[in-house]
């Protein structure tokens, strides 16, 4: 499996600013607490953007699907 790197940050603003405050976290159970330190990526056809909650800094995976884009 190999990851293939995408420019999050050539997306337009309020789509970042969207990505980042949309997220989900399995360590504080809680949704749009915010990510830090996005990086994405595709993988096996999927597209991913992984960063670090806000509160508690765990790895968060969001995985995009068109309707996002
Ligand atoms: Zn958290």
Redesign the pocket.
Known sequence: MSKEQQDFFSRPQEEQDAFLSQTW????M?AD?GMTDPEEYILDGNRYVEGK??????S?VTELVDEDI
Do not use: A, W, Y
């Open positions: 976290c399995n360590e504080c809680e607490l909650c806000k509160r508690c800094g765990t968060i």
